[in-house]
């Protein structure tokens, strides 16, 4: 039997109807049916402090980063906060670094009020660079996500089709020939226990 590639997808919305959440589901359906298995983590159901370096190991950060280790590619999902990613995906990935994201497919998915969410893409893809993630060029947007999805069900196809995508990229590429340490990485020693 060939291995199917795991994916964890990260959500860093907190709110109870999240679309962050609807759109991540969507991807992991894309990942499941190009033959992948998928987990969601939705952050609200981990215990995790601001981070402190000097304890790694509180609440459930032992378990997340285990979770992350293990997968074979991870999506990361955020709504868009003052043209940036949310502070609990933020404490997520401060908690992780090498071991979860080193040589690791990651797709980028961000949800916005507004019209314009990729700045919060460019900042995660910056992040995860610094940690020598491969991030995929296809990333997925959810604009004015209020008329976006409905009741927990797009209302747009095409926005719809294009998270779905997201999904099945992250399998596609989940088995990619790493790239050579970035300068990022080399200069990245807070990620380094």
Same mark, same amino acid.
């Given at each position: 039997?060939?291995?199917?590639?795991?994916?964890?997808?990260? +959500?860093?919305? %907190?709110?109870?109807?999240?679309?962050?959440? !609807?759109?991540?589901?969507?991807?992991?359906?894309?990942?499941?049916?190009?033959?992948?298995?998928?987990?969601? %983590?939705?952050l609200r159901e981990f215990d995790l402090p601001l981070f402190d370096a000097d304890d790694r190991a509180v609440g459930d950060a032992p378990e997340l980063k285990r979770r992350?280790?293990?997968?074979? #590619? !991870?999506?990361?999902?955020?709504?868009? =906060?003052?043209?940036? =990613?949310?502070?609990?995906? &933020? #404490?997520?990935?401060?908690? +992780?670094g090498f071991d979860e994201f080193e040589q690791k497919t990651v797709g980028l998915l961000a949800v916005s009020g507004g019209r314009f969410p990729v700045t919060a893409m460019?900042?995660?893809?910056?992040?995860?660079?610094?940690?020598?993630?491969?991030?995929?060029? =296809?990333?997925?947007?959810?604009?004015?996500?209020?008329?976006?999805?409905?009741?927990? #069900?797009?209302?747009?196809?095409? %926005?719809?089709?294009? !998270?779905? #995508?997201?999904?099945?990229?992250?399998?596609? =590429?989940? &088995?990619?020939? /790493?790239? /050579?340490?970035?300068?990022?990485?080399?200069?990245?020693?807070?990620?380094?226990?």
């Open positions: 039997m060939v291995n199917q590639p795991h994916v964890v997808a990260i +959500c860093g919305s %907190l709110r109870d109807e999240s679309v962050t959440c !609807v759109a991540l589901q969507r991807a992991l359906t894309g990942a499941e049916r190009a033959g992948g298995t998928g987990e969601l %983590l939705d992350v280790r293990e997968a074979d #590619t !991870v999506i990361l999902g955020t709504p868009v =906060y003052h043209g940036s =990613y949310s502070s609990p995906l &933020k #404490t997520a990935l401060d908690y +992780c460019d900042h995660l893809r910056s992040v995860c660079r610094a940690l020598d993630a491969w991030v995929l060029p =296809y990333q997925a947007a959810v604009p004015r996500s209020h008329g976006a999805v409905r009741n927990g #069900t797009f209302t747009d196809e095409e %926005l719809e089709d294009r !998270v779905v #995508t997201l999904g099945r990229q992250v399998v596609r =590429y989940s &088995k990619i020939e /790493p790239c /050579p340490a970035s300068f990022e990485s080399e200069e990245n020693v807070g990620a380094v226990e």
